[in-house]
């Protein structure tokens, strides 16, 4: 309850702030601020040190997986500030303004992490979505922007409406809204509740850009300011995760064989269109957007797990995936040239940041030493420990390979080919927070437990 309500009022202050804060240092350091804050709450609640009370009549349970995977967002979040925040006011003219829609985000995300009814998951999901509709399209000078703006509202409002048709139909069905209420004890499920689930599952792919409800995230990620599609890609997706494996392992886990097949296909085709799509792009950005999907297909596994270590390796991936992309986009927001071309030389301009991005990417593809290997080691190992449909994890371990291509294209460019690297400068913390973001992703590929400990506190 910590971060919901100390996000919400943040979000508040934060708005109100921009009318007496003239310096655009003075929000970002507010903002930074109320991440700490929100961050030290959080960490009081967990440990049972001290939470707002709040009647809510049952509809929000806070539980020690939902609070570590708040304690995940929020570190990431200060990284994101912190490597961002020149980014943020470079935007526009209002960074108080963006700084309280991304706060708003974070309550939101604290909804998708503790709802218990399906009107929670409505607000929390919507809490999440609408502040993106505005982001992406701040940059209103640059008509991808408004594009991309226009286009999440379109789509966004059209999956909202298959979300409520299903609620609509599991409530027809079950006569309730809490999701441990609904009955559904038995493998063998109602028309009713089956066409529930289908929306509810469509509604929920579509907001973690899983295919074939990835159409969207491409144009959207390419268009918004980059440090808004970095944000989209993180924490907004892995908020919809959490919500996506909350909804589905506590009010449909006894039904899971009747609607498994139907994750097997999305988190195929995600794995499939994402990594394939990726290869052939010319631009970092979209290939990140692409990439992206991608990741979503791994994370799948943890709905179509339902397992102990497919819940453990969800955390591990949110934080692995989460810290990796925004220290890449945090280097790509410096490159005057979004292209792989706009990379050739930059090992030699900057070698450190070269090395960095290369950690980071060698994450994401997998490799051993790194998060991102543990991260998938936990995934898959939770897919073979459910005993069907084996050929999954063979096929997702040739799509990592085929990931490999494109990840290793962009190192090549860093280190094997001649070119400029334009970029603008540097700062000195810049660097300190991305070598720090660096020595995350290989602690965590050490010594993961730092994170699954915290699951049975």
């Known amino acids: 309850m910590n971060v919901i309500v100390l996000s919400a009022i943040w979000g508040l202050v934060m708005m109100f702030g921009g009318i007496f804060l003239k310096q655009k240092s003075a929000s970002r350091s507010l903002a930074i601020l109320g991440i700490l804050v929100l961050l030290t709450a959080n960490l009081m609640e967990f440990y049972n040190a001290w939470t707002i009370h709040v009647d809510v009549k049952g509809m929000l349970k806070f539980t020690s997986y939902g609070l570590a995977f708040n304690t995940v967002v929020l570190v990431c979040m200060l990284l994101f500030f912190l490597l961002g925040d020149e980014e943020i006011e470079r935007v526009g003219n209002y960074p108080p303004e963006y700084y309280a829609l991304i706060f708003f985000v974070l309550c939101g995300v604290g909804i998708a992490s503790s ?110 300011p980059t440090v808004f599609a970095s944000f989209m890609a993180t924490i907004v997706k892995i908020g919809a995760f959490i919500a996506f494996l909350r909804l589905f392992d506590i009010a449909f886990h006894a ?111 997998g490799i051993p030493l790194t998060a991102g290997f543990m991260a998938k080691y ?27 291509y494109y990840y290793f294209r962009l190192i090549q460019a860093m280190y094997f080919k001649e070119g400029p690297a334009d970029m603008v400068p540097v700062s000195r913390r810049f660097r300190i927070v991305l070598a720090l973001t660096t020595i995350l992703i290989i602690i965590l590929g050490i010594y993961p437990g730092i994170l699954t400990n915290l699951l049975y506190y």
Do not use: C
């Open 115 to 224: 709802f218990d009814t399906l009107l929670m998951l409505f607000l929390g999901i919507e809490i999440i979505s609408i502040p993106l509709y505005i982001l992406a399209g701040s940059d209103k000078r640059n008509l991808k922007s408004n594009e991309a703006s226009l286009k999440y509202f379109l789509m966004g409002v059209f999956s909202t409406g298959i979300m409520l048709m299903g609620i609509a139909f599991l409530y027809g069905a079950t006569g309730s809204f809490f999701i441990d209420g609904m009955n559904l004890r038995s493998p063998e499920i109602s028309p009713m509740v089956t066409i529930g689930i289908v929306l509810l599952m469509i509604s929920l792919a579509f907001k973690v850009s899983a295919a074939p409800f990835h159409f969207w995230t491409p144009d959207v990620y390419d268009g918004s």
């Open 255 to 365: 039904s899971h064989a009747n609607w498994q097949l139907l994750i097997v296909i999305i988190t195929a085709a995600t794995l499939l269109i994402g990594n394939i799509t990726a290869v052939f792009q010319q631009s970092v950005k979209r290939m990140l957007a692409y990439s992206s999907i991608s990741h979503a297909g791994f994370m799948m596994f943890s709905i179509f797990a339902l397992n102990t270590i497919a819940r453990e390796g969800l955390i591990i991936y949110s934080a692995a995936y989460s810290l990796a992309t925004i220290g890449i986009f945090a280097i790509l927001a410096k490159m005057k040239d979004y292209t792989f071309d706009g990379f050739n030389g930059l090992a030699k301009r900057e070698p450190a940041l070269a090395l960095m991005n290369t950690i980071f990417l060698l994450s994401l593809t």
């Open 378 to 404: 936990y995934m898959l190992t939770g897919a073979v420990r459910n005993g069907r449909f084996g050929w999954l994890v063979i096929f997702a371990v040739l799509m990592a390979a085929v990931s490999a």
